[in-house]
């Protein structure tokens, strides 16, 4: 435990990182946070100025639930990519791993590094 929060202090602190994220491997279950987690995601809606079900939206007076559940929506797809990734990776070879994942869009990079019981996330900003 020591080890992990001195590997995600120091990665917090590297320029353009805007959140750290552990999953457990296993289940997908957020172990550890640092950073606005929750916001990564924003809402999409559809000219209403209420939020679309099983979304989060990015405002200043947003509760923690909701920053929790952005979070916990975030570690579900991350978990869900990295055992599709997997998969795909067995198909190609049986005996070849995921070793690190890289998704970089317009605004944000995901660096995922799967462990054999966590997969350590981080999200930085692409200008950066």
């Not at 209403?48 to 797809?77: C, Y």
Request: negative net charge.
């Amino acid at each position: 435990p020591d080890a992990l929060d001195e590997t995600l202090g120091r990665l917090s602190r590297k320029p353009g990182v805007r959140a750290t994220m552990v999953l457990d491997r296993a289940t997908g279950s957020i172990l550890k946070t640092s950073g606005p987690v929750g916001s990564v995601r924003k809402t999409k809606t559809s000219g209403s100025s209420a939020p679309a079900v099983g979304t989060f939206t990015q405002e200043a007076d947003g509760s923690s639930a909701d920053h929790d559940q952005g979070a916990e929506e975030l570690a579900a797809m991350i978990w869900n990519f990295v055992s599709t990734a997997g998969s795909f990776v067995q198909e190609l070879d049986s005996e070849d791993e995921v070793k690190l994942l890289r998704l970089r869009t317009k605004k944000q990079e995901f660096v995922i590094v799967p462990d054999s019981k966590y997969l350590l996330i981080v999200v930085h900003d692409t200008s950066a």
